[in-house]
C-alpha cells in the first residue's frame, strides 16, 4: 500500500513568517494529493489539494508544489496569522488494488504561529 | 458545519463495554470512511463503504465493525472495548468513490474507555 512521511511534526513561526510542511510518497501511480487543516476540537478540513498533472498550485496565501520524480509534495503557508495554527495533514490517494481511492495520511504536523 | 453528522460527540465507557457511533453523511455522498485518531497514531483508516457496501477495509480490530444502511447512514460498532480503544473516531463522506476523492469529515466521536 501506499506509506506517507509527514515532517516536521511540529512548527512554529513569527507571525508574518512562511511556513513549509514536507511529504514524501511511496506509490508512483498515486495521482491526487490533498492538505488537510484540523483546528482544536473540530474534524481535518480540506484546504488545498493538487493532481499529478500539475506541478504547483495557489490560492491566496496557501500553495501546494509536487516533485513526482521525487515523489514528495510540500505546503507552502505564507504571511502567516495566529488563525492558521493547527494541525495539517497531507495525503495521498491510492491507485491500485486493495488502495484504489483510499487517502492515505501522513502523521499531522503541529503548526503555531506566535504573535 | 461541514454537513457530516456524527453522534455522540463524547461518550465515556468501561472495559469491556460495547458502544455504537452514528454518522450521517453529507446530503449526495454516497461513500462513507471511519478513521481513528489517536494522540501519536495520526489518521488510520478503517473502513469504506460505498452505497451500502464494504469497500474497503483498513486496520480494523475483528472487536470492531460497521454498515451503512439504505439511507446511507452508517455506524461504527466497537465492542469488548480495552483501554486502548479511546480515540477520536471521524466519519467522512465522499460523492465517488475513487477519482479526486475529496473527503468531508465529521466533528468526530470522543471515545473515553475507563
Known amino acids: 500500500g501506499e506509506n506517507v512521511e509527514q515532517h516536521p511534526s511540529t512548527l512554529s513561526v513569527q507571525e508574518g513568517d512562511s511556513a513549509v510542511i514536507k511529504c514524501t510518497y511511496s506509490d508512483s501511480a498515486s495521482n491526487y494529493f490533498p492538505w488537510y487543516k484540523q483546528e482544536l476540537g473540530k474534524g481535518p478540513q480540506l484546504i488545498i489539494d493538487?493532481?499529478?498533472?500539475?506541478g504547483e498550485k495557489k490560492d491566496q496565501r496557501i500553495a501546494v508544489t509536487l516533485n513526482k520524480t521525487a515523489k514528495h509534495f510540500s505546503l507552502h503557508i505564507t504571511e502567516t496569522q495566529p488563525e492558521d495554527s493547527a494541525v495539517y495533514f497531507c495525503?495521498?490517494?491510492?491507485?491500485?488494488?486493495?488502495?484504489?481511492?483510499?487517502?492515505?495520511f501522513g502523521r499531522g504536523t503541529q503548526l503555531t504561529v506566535w504573535p | 458545519d461541514s454537513g457530516v453528522t456524527q453522534t455522540p460527540k463524547h461518550l465515556i465507557t468501561a472495559t469491556g463495554q460495547r458502544v455504537t457511533l452514528r454518522c450521517s453523511p453529507r446530503?449526495?455522498?454516497?461513500?462513507v470512511y471511519w478513521y481513528q485518531q489517536s494522540l501519536d497514531q495520526g489518521l488510520q483508516f478503517l473502513i469504506q463503504y460505498y452505497n451500502g457496501e464494504e469497500r474497503a477495509k483498513g486496520n480494523i480490530l475483528e472487536r470492531f465493525s460497521a454498515q451503512q444502511f439504505p439511507d446511507l447512514h452508517s455506524e461504527l460498532n466497537l465492542s469488548s472495548l480495552e483501554l486502548g480503544d479511546s480515540a477520536l473516531y471521524f466519519c467522512?463522506?465522499?460523492?465517488?468513490?475513487?477519482?479526486?476523492?475529496?473527503?468531508?469529515f465529521g466533528a468526530g466521536s470522543r471515545l473515553t474507555v475507563l
Open positions: 493538487i493532481r499529478s498533472n500539475v
Open positions: 467522512a463522506s465522499s460523492v465517488v468513490s475513487s477519482g479526486a476523492n475529496v473527503l468531508t
Open positions: 446530503s449526495g455522498d454516497l461513500s
Open positions: 495525503a495521498a490517494k491510492g491507485r491500485s488494488g486493495s488502495t484504489l481511492g483510499r487517502l492515505y
